[in-house]
């Protein structure tokens, strides 16, 4: 139910959408991952689409969206999450440049599907949006191919911590029988010599005509020079080159209600697969009406010295 101004002819059309979230409970951690006490989180977000048709063939597109989190595990502010400017051409092709989703996102989507906990196999490794994105995705016939180029120079006065340039693409087919694949490749070129991060994952989904969804995705990060990583359990750090994670979710949906389980695990190559995610997440949400929902979630950790987590919400978008 966005709110959306056109001309008289339709061939100008500017759309507000957004959400509102409220959300309780132990949902982050303390230093030494302990779980924060009882508490709420607010979130808003309001975004600005546009759309200017040129002629048959290629259409103006834009977008301008915020984040306005209150009182939140990751503290008060007001960021932008999409700013970006393209054309759309034959209702298949489109170039953008601006801040915008990574093209590893499409992979990410597979898995990352509840509201309050998930996509921490990916946490650290991969961003979910670049600035300065040159992006180009093409979709039709079931293919779904997107490919990105973020030149973040290490020398602007910006948040991209010594990431000179980033690059990626995304391969992904969704089949009329249900069965969806991805393909996603991602390079972080550093500031400094030879310290490249890359991330290359795949993904498999299913999802059935009577409401059930599954899904799993399995990849690894390289590092070109060793990073370290400090283990609670052992009380000392590891050097690392590579980490190799999963992570798989199980839904079903009836009418209005919905129930989900989750799995996520990263672990490091050396050090004997030395574990640091390995979760679980049971969820479930109903809807009040279309555009409305409240939810609740478990999120059940397996790594020694680190509490579980959980929450309850309401949301409610436009």
Known sequence: MAVTWSTDDHRQVLELHGKIEQN????????????ESFGGDTHASVGLSGAG???????????????L????????HIYSDEAWLGVRIRDDLELTVGRSDSPFNQLRDKTDVFNLFGGNAYAYLVDGTLDDQLKVTWAGDGWDLRAGYAANDANRQDDNEDTKVRYGGSVGYQAQNGLGAVVAYDNKREGSPHSDVSNMAVGLSYQSP???YAA???GRTDFQHNWQVYSLKDQRFYNMRRVDYWESVLSY??????????????????????????????ATEYY?????KVYAELLLNRMD??????????????
Do not use: C
């Not at 309780?24 to 779980?35: I, K």
């Not at 048709?53 to 984040?67: A, K, M, P, Q």
């Open 210 to 212: 009577g409401g059930f």
């Open 253 to 282: 949906s009836r009418e209005n209600m919905a129930f989900g389980v989750g799995y996520s695990r990263q672990s490091l190559r050396e050090a004997a697969h030395l574990h640091w995610v390995d979760e679980y997440i049971l």
């Open 24 to 35: 309780l409970g132990a949902l982050g951690y303390q230093p030494g991952y302990r779980a």
């Open 69 to 76: 989190v209150n009182d939140s595990r990751y503290g008060d």
């Open 305 to 318: 010295g680190q509490d579980n987590l959980y929450g309850v919400g309401l949301q409610y978008y436009f």
């Open 288 to 292: 009040l009406m279309p555009k409305a």
């Open 216 to 218: 799993v995705t399995r």
């Open 53 to 67: 048709r040129l002629n048959s063939d290629v259409i103006l597109i834009g977008e301008l969206s915020w984040d």
